[in-house]
DNA sequence: CATGAATGAGGGTTCATTCAT
DNA sequence: AATGAATGAACCCTCATTCAT
């Protein structure tokens, strides 16, 4: 372990680290000695980068999101697609590189929203849940805000789903019928 | 009268009692003193009907999804419609009128999947959710799986982003698109 | 040990057993495991009734003086002695008697003094000193405020300097000084 | 110039820093995390001079009581005074002008007495006390031990109140009380 | 020489749980 | 049946101390 580091960068690397213990066992569940010796360092280092565990909990939910929103805009940009379908398809196939991702994300929504004191957090995940309008707002055309969140709907409620039961429903699944449900929107020349 | 019958009915009781306090602290976050000074009795009154801790989860846990089970079946049965843009709006009526707990159902079904020693809780959701896919099929007359399987995840999507911002978009708004879009399947002879 | 107790009488109880080891070891040097082996009790018993450490410590500050003064005023009422030779002996009789109680409040007025938030104990202690002044009034007929001090630094100080080496000079030995010096004054008719 | 020199020069320098802090806030109070910020040094550099944070309260002590005598016999040698009076009004006023120091003192005092392993600084602080002695005997030309001592516990036990209550007694008040006692024993040829 | 990152034992405190009453 | 006093392991966090740089 290097006695030189920079300070931010190694907070960015322990954040990174600590995404999945917290978001899968829980922050009420999960103890500093856990992270920890999961991450591999001492109580002592973690206090050393973060003044308390509600602290790691919320730079983290910042990290999260923040790291999230410039993935997907990245993504929206470089890949359009010419049809409506294969908007649809290139929108779900992301998803589905990035469920691991999404099940971490519903855990943490659940956590700050049950936790005390993280009023800023609940604010950041709602930015996010628009910036998330955007981006398929943006990507697929479709500018009716209430069929976005529909939309967003129905991703969140294919990952608790499949949190319950992995089987339950693919998400390439959803992504047939939903192709189905927006040519149909197209050659009916459906206003949304 | 054997004295077990009020034994079991005061641990109804407790149960009962106990859902909204364990669904939204969380079941690591919340203290048994808490549950005991929430319910006005004392830490070794709580002990006297339940083994543990873990056992007040696992009972609540059954006890919430057979509750439910059964007050949907009672809807179901008794609430038909007769067309088809009735009998979804019917359907999300009730939902809505039972969006709270809703929100407590997907809480548990956080905690359930995150904490050890769940699997038979696991197994209870995963066949409540199938219970939810059977009552959808007869209450609306859709047959195939993966739309209903779909209408729930739009209802627990929709949850999920009112637990972040509770006027995203509403049950209602939500209700508004998906009978569109189910009058767009029948006028299109549309088979799922 | 008991599960029925008075509440409050046991507090007490736990307070009277604290003081030595509170004023001798030093509030910060002292840990609530230490305190609780010493007690014969466990920290979780410690901590059923008192809220924290520092509760603790503001009580035992509380009970000490008020016992103190306490039992100065039943000494003032009961022994006043005929000539000012003899009051000045009984005095010093009492205090020697309770030189191990006034090492105590020593070791608690610098505690008091160095730590932060006890300025309620602050003034309890600024209170007792004048009751000091008060009883010595009282019990000695010399009501130069002043020269109560003198004698009451007189005692503290003496005290100090046993606590530096036990045989350095005894309260005995200050009492036949002070007494010398009291008859002085008396046979010069001097005024304080 | 050897390097020792510096290495010793700036330990004293640190040591005359760190009076303040340790005799205030206690030495089990207070951390070398906070005795490093306040001398604006690291922590390392602190244990580059000191092995431990104990080593430092040593030589604290010694350094604190050394310098005292020092200045105390320079003090005692350049002021001689023609009367008693003078000779005690002198006395006070340099007591006076060294009074935050006195309390640092009692402080120091206070935590040697207490913690463990401090049979040394016991010894000196025991040294120190006989020194004041003789340097009271050679300034007031008053040989009677018992009464320096006496002398000593007023102006200690005035340190006392004036810590627990600035304003309950001044060192001059007490001063003028002193004078009046001595010049009684001057007129009656009394022998102490 | 000086820094501050790293450590893990030990600090105050809370917790699930037991059990005498 | 119901209480709440008692326990001690485990929680979050701080500490003195070490050592690579």
Redesign the interface.
Known sequence: MPKIVNHEKYKIEILSKCVDILA??????VSMREIATELDVSTGTLYHYFATKEDIFKELVKFVLSKDIEELQLYSKGNPGQTLELRVESLFQMIQARESYFQNL??I???V???KNHEEE?TL??DA?KEYVNIITKHLGVTNP??N??L???????V??R???GD??SLS??SE??K??MS??LS?S?T?
Chains 1, 2, 3, 4 share one sequence.
């Not at 899968?24 to 569940?29: I, L, N």
Request: glycine share 4%; net charge positive; hydrophobic share 50%.
């Open positions: 899968r066992r829980g922050y009420s569940a519903l855990y929504i659940c956590d929203s049950r936790l609940k995940i709602t849940m209430n069929l969140r529909i967003i709907s129905v991703i969140l409620g294919t608790v789903q949190i319950v039961d339950s429903i699944d959803t019928i939903i189905d449900f149909l929107i009916n459906f949304f």
